[in-house]
């Protein structure tokens, strides 16, 4: 079982930033693909940002320019640095990992991430 734990989630300010963390408990170098959805308040959950072991991170139009994903092998670690943020990026952000394609998803317990003045 590959565990995930998030952090770093709260209230921000429009135009704020913020970054979450996630930390995996296998080594992240084995790992063939981590990354973030988040689930919008009475919306489905959604894609915003993943990086496979090898090549370019890939994001959601939405969030392009504003958010960076950052993928931290000897921690074990991928984060999400938030800017800009719009009341719209408010959402539970779940950590998301698979170990090889086609076989099981991983998820993490979920951060609030709430964008209000």
């Known amino acids: 079982q590959l565990h995930l734990v998030e952090s770093g989630g709260g209230l921000v300010q429009p135009g704020g930033s913020l970054r979450l963390s996630c930390v995996a408990s296998e080594n992240a170098f084995g790992i063939h693909a981590m990354g973030w959805y988040r689930q919008p308040p009475g919306k489905q959950r959604e894609l915003v940002a993943t990086?496979?072991?090898?090549?370019?991170?890939n994001y959601a139009d939405s969030v392009k320019g504003r958010f960076t994903i950052i993928r931290d092998n000897p921690k074990n670690t991928v984060y999400l640095q938030m800017n800009s943020l719009k009341p719209e990026d408010t959402a539970v952000y779940y950590c998301?990992?698979?170990?090889?394609?086609?076989?099981?998803?991983?998820w993490g317990q979920g951060t609030q991430v709430t964008v209000s003045s």
């Open positions: 990086k496979l072991r090898y090549g370019s991170p």
């Open positions: 998301y990992s698979k170990r090889n394609p086609g076989s099981d998803d991983y």
